[in-house]
């Protein structure tokens, strides 16, 4: 068995959405501060992984910083404001910048054209690191739709 599968099969009650199943990310002190992540089903653990074994996902630090910051304005695979570029669709902006341009161009675009994009100079370099890693994923988790378009 794949180490993220489950044994047994869950019914979907909606779109990713898993029926009668708990996750709860647990942090262990008696695994000197490790965090993991255990799926349980009435009461009976199903899953118990260390997060450093899960597969790539997005942070929701990652996400949420895209929809505070970017959001209002920008779209990701059509979904979002209208005012700025979509950022993934129909091309990801990861395939054709490079990741310093796009954190240097979303700290101060004013340094590069007269725009109405705000600059963000509050923005650390870890805010920026993680807006490019959302871009990242999101440029490797395009749906259909949005490749389509």
Known sequence: MHPFQAEKE????GPSIIAALVLWLVFDAAQAGEYRLVLRE???TVLELPLDQLPEVVRPVEI????????RCHAMNQKGGKIGP???APQSIVAYRSEEM?????????KFRYTHTPDHPDLSDQ?????YSYFQHQDQHRTQHSNSQ
């Open 10 to 13: 869950f019914s979907s009650v």
């Open 42 to 44: 009435a009461g009976e």
């Open 64 to 71: 949420e910083l895209f929809r505070s910051r970017c959001l």
């Open 86 to 88: 979509d950022l993934n």
């Open 102 to 110: 796009i954190e240097v161009f979303i700290r101060q675009p004013s």
């Open 127 to 131: 805010d920026l690191d993680n807006l």
